[in-house]
Structures are given as C-alpha cells and as structure tokens.
C-alpha cells in the first residue's frame, strides 16, 4: 500500500516550465513503476510517460517527448515531472500513479487500469 500526493501545479504562460512533485509514503516505493497522466475537462485520462522501477528507463507519450522528463529519488520516496515548452491545450489536471508491473524494452503500462494506487492529482493552467 502506498499513498501518493501530488504538488507544483499552478499557473504557466505559452512556452513555460514546470516541475511537479509526486510524494509516496511506505518503504516500498522502490518496487513501483510510476506513471504520470493528465486529464482535461470533457476528455480521457490519458498517460504522460513512466518511469522504471530504478529509474534507469523512461518511456513519453509521442506528444510530449523532447519537452518532459519524468525522475525519480528513491531515497526520497519521490518522482518528478518536468515540464517545458508547455502548451494551452496541456492544461489539465496531472495525476502521478503506481503500478506493479515492471516496465519492458517494450515501454511501460499506459492503460489507467493497469495502475493500482493514484493521487488526488493537481492542476495545471497553461495561459495562451
């Protein structure tokens, strides 16, 4: 069981950055792929990117490769979510999650269902 707050959200302009934090609670967060989705009024969750369990791998939605990076700090039961070059249509609100299921050469999990613990999420406005 682990329980996961989200922070950073705020306001941005066209073309700014922000870094969300993502906060676990437990000794076991070393055993979790961790995930990062976004949902925008009238539309489906839809996944950002992932982190492997180590942090070795990282995996992006198309639209977001080049601008985000997600990383994770083990020792601090924590996983971020860098942002840059954001966009108006990015607005939304940016959930982290855990799964138990290991990311692949493939990638990682990017069905919702497939992760098991979610935080309460936090809101991100990009200003055109």
């Known amino acids: 069981q682990v329980q996961l707050v989200e922070s950073g959200g705020g306001l941005v302009q066209t073309g700014g950055s922000l870094r969300l934090s993502c906060a676990a609670s437990g000794r076991t967060f070393g055993t979790y792929t961790m995930g990062w989705f976004r949902q925008a009024p009238g539309k489906e969750r839809e996944f950002v990117g992932g982190?492997?369990?180590?942090?070795?791998?990282?995996y992006y939605a198309g639209g977001v490769k080049g601008r985000f990076t997600i990383s994770r700090d083990n020792a601090k039961n924590t996983v971020y979510l860098q942002m840059n070059s954001l966009k108006p249509e990015e607005t939304a609100v940016y959930y982290c999650a855990a799964s138990s299921i290991a990311c692949s050469g493939y990638g990682c999990p990017i069905r919702s269902i497939l992760y098991g613990y979610w935080g309460q999420g936090t809101q991100v406005t990009v200003s055109s």
């Open positions: 982190i492997s369990r180590s942090g070795d791998f990282t």
